[in-house]
């Protein structure tokens, strides 16, 4: 077991709170441009997270049933 006292993070820690209001702030400097182009990049990055959770929970999983599983995900969030 390590010592409490030898223990320091290689990076600093922030706040969550903190993470969220500094992206807002640079968000709201973006031109519109850059704000338009980033709702499809966003949803890109969100489509590969959830992609990669879904070969996590079902190794070796063919891409045709992960596009199935990732369909039915944005299907069932469409209906809010």
Known sequence: MVPPNEFKPIIPQLST???????????????????????????????????????????????KAEDAILERLLEMCDRD
Do not use: S
């Open 17 to 63: 709170d903190r993470l969220y209001w500094e992206e807002v702030k640079e968000a709201r400097n973006r031109r519109i441009e850059e704000k338009l182009l980033a709702g499809p990049r966003l949803f890109d990055q969100a489509c590969q997270r959830v992609r990669e959770r879904i070969r996590a929970h079902f190794p070796g999983i063919d891409p």
